[in-house]
């Protein structure tokens, strides 16, 4: 794939791969530039390892940084995550602004996530439910797998999914060596249009 500006990649990804009937997940291919994705992939280095947060109600091996607090706005990772949110919120009817987070996921040799949905605590009204765009920075097959209510997930390197981890169980299998992850959230509500 070629590396178009920012502005030529929004417009270009409309719309997702056909996803399999009564599939409850939207796939985006080539989401990221492979350029981009290899710059968010450099935080994992990059960053201080203590600004990961671990620990406490995370499985071992698994860690994430918070990028909205830890990127300046002019950088064109900042960017990039502002013009997904903005596509997120238009593909689940939702606004940027509303719980909206947005992390790098890093699972270390090993591990992985059992079965869990992401309510928003105390927030998680009848009718609105936290969804997630997370983009696959890791080349799959040393990343592990994504289930979603025991459907396996095939991603490639660079696509993004959306989906309501509110409502929706959801695992990923042990992963063999790496797995990055730049995942946003967002409350969205509960019946996507
Ligand atoms: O690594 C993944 O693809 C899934 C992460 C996850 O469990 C979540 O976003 O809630």
Redesign the pocket.
């Known amino acids: 794939m070629s590396d178009p500006t920012i502005d030529s990649w929004y417009d270009a990804h409309e719309p997702g791969r056909p996803t399999p009937p009564g599939s409850t997940y939207t796939v985006l291919l080539d989401f990221i530039t492979p350029r981009l994705a290899s710059s968010f992939r450099e935080l994992l280095s990059e960053a201080p390892g203590d600004l990961f947060i671990t620990g406490q109600r995370l499985a071992p091996g698994y860690s994430r940084l918070n990028l909205l607090a830890y990127l300046q706005a002019f950088d064109e990772r900042y960017v990039f995550i502002q013009r997904a949110q903005q596509k997120m919120a238009k593909h689940i009817g939702g606004r940027p602004k509303d719980w909206s987070d947005c992390w790098l996921?890093r699972?270390l040799p090993g591990s992985g996530?059992r079965d869990?949905v992401?309510p928003v605590p105390g927030r998680d009204k009848a009718d609105h439910t936290r969804y997630?765009l997370?983009v696959l920075l890791s080349p799959p097959g040393s990343s592990g797998k994504?289930f979603i209510e025991d459907r396996y997930v095939p991603l490639s390197q660079h696509d993004a999914i959306i989906f309501s981890?509110g409502s929706l169980i959801?695992r990923?299998e042990t992963v063999p060596e790496l797995?990055c992850?730049l995942?946003l959230g967002m409350l969205g509500p509960k019946e996507v249009q």
Do not use: A, F, T, W
């Open positions: 996921l699972y996530i869990h992401d997630r997370n994504l981890s959801h990923v797995r992850i995942s």
